[in-house]
């Protein structure tokens, strides 16, 4: 199985600081490595197991972009409460890790096997 990138405190972290947008690029950016990681596992897993990971990924997948459409927005409105954005990047960052584990559980229950 190939390494993946580890993810780091950054990973759901949304403290508050000038860079937020900055350290959202670099958390999602470790997030994108890794998810493309998992792909390329997925296409050497059987087929059982392709289809069951290809499922996860594309949830996976879609919190990803869920985030990165969260982030740009807040780019473009000045007025959003960044607190009510920062909680909402939170929460999805949360549902990016369990969709990712819950993908990255089966690739590696099919190497077990």
Known sequence: MAT???????DTSTAESPDTAETLDRTLDRWRARIDELKVQMDLA???????????????????LAIRSRLSDARHDAGQNVATMRQSVAELLT???????????????????
């Not at 369990?98 to 077990?112: F, G, I, N, Q, T």
Request: glycine content about 0%.
């Open 4 to 10: 993946h990138v580890t993810p780091t405190a950054d």
């Open 95 to 113: 549902d990016l890790r369990r969709a990712y584990d819950d993908a990255e559980a089966v690739v590696k229950r099919s190497h077990e096997a």
């Open 46 to 64: 059987t087929l059982d197991v392709r289809e069951d990971v290809s499922k996860r990924l594309e949830v996976t997948e879609n919190i990803y």
